[in-house]
T-cell receptor, first 115, second 113 residues
Framework: GAGVSQSPRYKVAKRGQDVALRCDPI?????LFWYQQALGQGPEFLTY????????KSGLPSDRFFAERPEGSVSTLKIQRTQQEDSAVYLC?????????????FGPGTRLTVL | AQSVSQHNHHVILSEAASLELGCNYS??????LFWYVQYPGQHLQLLLK??????LVKGIKGFEAEFIKSKFSFNLRKPSVQWSDTAEYFC???????????FGAGTTVTVRA
């Protein structure tokens, strides 16, 4: 079946531009996560949704980062006034049920490069 | 702060050699433990996970991991690697009352034919 998809796969932005990254989770998956992966590092948590509710946004690095999931399916991560330190791969993951032991299924990521 | 440590940044070995990758975490309390793998050009996928029961967990592709609570460790092992095991391996942990995963920095494994 279809996995988690993300678009665009690659994004180049000039410093100061706004970007929007999209995540399509596996159909029917309740929970959705965003992670940021810097070069040579493991993914770091940004934010978490259960259906349309954003239950944890403790990992968002600044108020320039904003995520939404208005209908409980597709999610968008928006970064305003991008900075060079925002360059990273942004990963989306989804899970079927609201369990902390549930497998998170990851998408291919969006590689953001800020010039 | 909670953290996950992976001891080796890059491991190079020959086919049929045994593999062991270390993972330690610094959480208190009950945790759930995961190993994810990322093959070249592919997305992260689950190898195995532990949340209760037998501390020796078997996963896909012949991998296993052992949870040793007293050592805060969850090391990954494979008795005989293949060239196709070349990948990056990530250990991840979440606390039993939390959903988000904390990842280690990853270990790149290169298997020479």
């Amino acid at each position: 079946g279809a996995g988690v998809s993300q678009s665009p796969r690659y994004k180049v932005a000039k410093r100061g531009q706004d970007v929007a990254l999209r995540c399509d989770p596996i159909s029917g998956h309740v929970s959705l996560f965003w992670y940021q992966q810097a070069l040579g590092q493991g993914p770091e948590f940004l934010t978490y949704f259960q259906n349309e509710a954003q239950l944890d946004k403790s990992g968002l690095p600044s108020d320039r980062f904003f995520a939404e999931r208005p209908e409980g399916s597709v999610s968008t991560l928006k970064i305003q006034r991008t900075q060079q330190e925002d360059s990273a791969v942004y990963l989306c993951a989804s899970t079927y049920i609201r369990s902390r032991t549930d497998t998170q299924y990851f998408g291919p990521g969006t590689r953001l490069t800020v010039l | 702060a909670q953290s996950v440590s992976q001891h080796n940044h890059h491991v190079i070995l020959s086919e049929a050699a045994s593999l062991e990758l270390g993972c330690n975490y610094s959480y208190g309390g009950t945790v759930n433990l995961f190993w994810y793998v990322q093959y070249p050009g592919q997305h992260l996928q689950l190898l195995l996970k532990y949340f209760s029961g037998d501390p020796l967990v078997k996963g896909i592709k012949g991998f296993e991991a052992e949870f040793i609570k007293s050592k805060f460790s969850f090391n990954l092992r494979k008795p005989s690697v293949q060239w196709s095991d070349t990948a990056e391996y990530f250990c991840a942990v979440n606390h039993s009352n939390d959903y988000k995963l904390s990842f280690g920095a990853g270990t790149t494994v290169t298997v020479r034919a």
